[in-house]
């Protein structure tokens, strides 16, 4: 990394959390965390690495508490923060929740992104010439925006958008004024497409976290439909790397999508995490007793996965982590923090009670 100023939108949620903690630990860059400290919000993560860093980590680190719909707010964001890098990765993403409330996601993913755009724009004009000719604006998206495949194919980077939920469509949405500032305004710009992350500090409304806690207290588990829908998933850390490398590396005006390899199946992931925790915590086995078919989520879509192949031939990015090992550290995480997650979601006002079952 040679970006000195970096600002990471969304720096209080998961993601946005391993970013901002791997770029404290990792490199000398002045970090600036812009977050609204939203439901799903938690800087603990952050707080324990500059604990760790002790004199290193002294004046790297600035929590901005923004919401990127208050356009005046993220102008003075900008200013304050005067970043070499823009990492956005700031957005509401609990498709369930969108269902529930989409004004919301419009709100953040949507009006959220021009306030951020306009805003960096200006700042990147205001640079002197060889700073000017550093900036990048690197933004953070889904595969989901591409819609749903069926029992063959993977996602690419040519692959139509065809976004399904409220979610979905305001992430694409979002893609799309990204690229327009790009061929109009000139803004130097990389997107990303990655499929679901997992991994620790996932707030625990996401389905590994879910799981887990549900099996912990031996409570029902929760699978929609059939548990046939396949997510390609990726561990925290690995996205971490494909992230830095595409906001520093990748070309501008291009699009990168980062996939681990690692289609399951709900029920798959499930079971598997059931089968962990029959290993760490046999006092509850067989905790695949526990699952229990619900209806389905509306407009589900049946499958997702990433072909990384431009990722990995451009850039040299693999996975680090397979499925299994990566899921088997998740577990012990949350097994160890489980005071963690119940201050979150006691101080979201969240129980573990499914959400977005409200649309016909």
């Known amino acids: 990394m040679t970006m000195q100023r970096v600002l990471v939108t969304g720096g209080a949620g998961f993601i946005g959390g391993a970013v901002v903690r791997r770029l404290l630990k990792e490199t000398s860059s002045i970090v600036f965390s812009l977050d609204k400290l ?3 919000s938690d800087v603990s993560g952050i707080e324990r690495t500059l604990a760790g860093l002790g004199v290193a980590g002294e004046g790297r680190y600035r929590l901005l508490q923004v919401d990127l719909a208050d356009a005046e707010s993220v102008v003075s964001a900008l200013k304050e923060a005067d970043p070499d890098l823009v990492l956005h990765l700031a957005a509401e993403s ?21 306030s951020l755009l306009q805003a960096a724009r200006a700042h990147w004009e205001s640079l002197p010439e060889a700073r000017q ?42 893609d799309h004024l990204v690229m327009a500032w790009h061929h109009t305004y000139g803004l130097p710009v990389v997107l990303t497409n990655c499929s679901n992350n997992f991994g620790p500090w996932q707030f625990p409304e996401k389905l590994i976290p879910v799981v887990i806690l549900k099996a912990v207290a031996g409570e029902s588990i929760p699978l929609y439909g059939d548990g046939a829908h396949v997510r390609d998933w990726l561990f925290v850390e690995d996205h971490v790397d494909a992230l830095l490398l595409a906001a520093t590396q990748g070309q501008l ?26 290993q760490l915590s046999p006092q509850g086995a ?44 998740t577990v012990r995480w949350y097994l160890a923090h489980l005071d963690w997650c119940r201050d ?17």
């Open 38 to 40: 939203g439901y799903a």
């Open 94 to 114: 609990h498709v369930d929740r969108s269902i529930d409330c989409p004004e919301a996601f419009l709100s953040s993913n949507v009006c959220g992104t021009f």
């Open 133 to 174: 000719e550093a900036f990048r604006f690197h933004h953070i998206s889904t595969d989901e925006v591409f819609g749903s495949l069926g029992a063959t194919g993977r996602f690419t980077e040519d692959t139509p958008y065809d976004p399904r939920s409220p979610y979905s469509a305001t992430k694409a949405a979002s």
């Open 253 to 278: 005006g291009q699009s990168y999508c980062v996939g681990g390899h690692g289609e399951r199946t709900y029920k798959q992931v499930v079971d598997a995490i059931c089968a962990v925790l029959d």
């Open 286 to 329: 067989p905790h695949s007793q526990l699952i229990t078919p619900v209806a389905d989520r509306p407009g589900h879509d049946r499958r997702y996965a990433i072909d990384p192949l431009k990722i990995s031939n451009e850039l040299g990015w693999q996975p680090r982590h397979d499925f299994q090992k990566g899921l088997e550290s």
């Open 344 to 360: 979150v979601r006691q101080r979201a006002g969240y129980d573990g009670e499914r959400i977005g079952i409200q649309a016909p």
